[in-house]
């Protein structure tokens, strides 16, 4: 039962790194009305940012160690995907460039 619930609390982290990892993609969606929505952007972050502060703060210590390495997981497989998306692009414009001449 604790091999499940600890995969529960990763599975959970995960989700919750999603989760904020989208709110603080927030501005950057709605930078041309940032004005009238600042509040709601700010409140989701700060939002997603205290309910994983507090989930993390219950849970007792292995399934802590579990959520917690499912937020760093997410987070490091979230960020090597941006250099390899920049590759592809890249890639992909090089092919362009060429079929062209």
Not at 58 to 77: H, N
Not at 80 to 87: M, Q, Y
Request: hydrophobic share 55%; net charge positive.
């Amino acid at each position: 039962m604790t091999a499940l619930l600890q995969f529960a609390a990763f599975a959970l982290g995960i989700y919750l790194s999603i989760r904020m990892i989208a709110a603080l993609h927030g501005p950057v969606d709605v930078w041309q009305v940032i004005g009238k929505v600042s509040p709601r952007v700010v409140a989701d972050v700060v939002v997603w940012g205290a309910v994983i502060c507090v989930i993390a703060w219950l849970m007792d210590g292995s399934y802590r160690t579990a959520f917690v390495f499912g937020l760093s997981i997410y987070l490091v497989f979230y960020l090597s995907l941006l250099p390899l998306a920049r590759l592809y692009w890249t890639r992909r414009r090089a092919d362009r460039d060429i079929d062209r001449t």
